[in-house]
């Protein structure tokens, strides 16, 4: 029987990646993904906040409306334009805009966010993403891991991330990001338990802690998902 380090030698970073595609969404089903999502996060400090989220893939429509200080802020991506509400009014003052951030840039970064967290580990596949071909064996916690190095062509992302899968399921998971190695700075995100939806597995819960000191920083529990 070979050992995991042998394994991992002989299998290929693409390889690894199709693996893992095959256990999360074996029929192919993310690029028709459309989903309403209710994500809670939770803080050390006790705070939380419900995101609700709509992911409709081959209408390349995105809204995600959260709730702070009894307001209910709404950023909605459709195509390539985008909108906003505060309070389900779409009429706002240059000072509400700035302090909600109603902006087409946050917009587009939370559509890029969710989908991508959500959409892992199949976006992967997307342009731009350059998947390391050397698969690693690392330790985690106690737990030996077939590990897989990813960057991404300039324009496209900056961070440098490792994403962490069973050995023998190839499920994944952890994974890990870094602005900058060499500073050890980022985070690296626990999951646990599993969300089944449209034939994918989802994470339903992912705990964040800082790479540095691992400090745990928040919490975000996948409470519903539901076809629109």
Known sequence: MCSLQAFAQELSGQELLKKT????DPSNKWSDFKGH????????DGNQRLSDIIINLPDQYFKLTSSRNNTAI????SKDSSSFSLNDQTTFTEEEAKKYSLTDTRAKFMKNYYTYLYGLPMKLSDDGTIVNPVVERKEFMGKEYLVLQVKYEEGVGKDVWYFYFDPQTYAMEIYQFYHDVAKNDGEYILLSEEETFSGIKFPKNR??????DKKFLATDKL??????
């Not at 999502?37 to 803080?43: A, D, I, Q």
């Not at 705990?207 to 540095?212: D, E, S, T």
């Open 21 to 24: 595609i095959a256990y999360h």
């Open 74 to 77: 709404s950023h909605i991506v």
């Open 207 to 212: 705990a964040w802690y800082q790479n540095a």
């Open 223 to 228: 409470t519903t998902i539901t076809e629109l």
């Open 37 to 44: 999502l209710v994500v809670e996060m939770t803080t050390p």
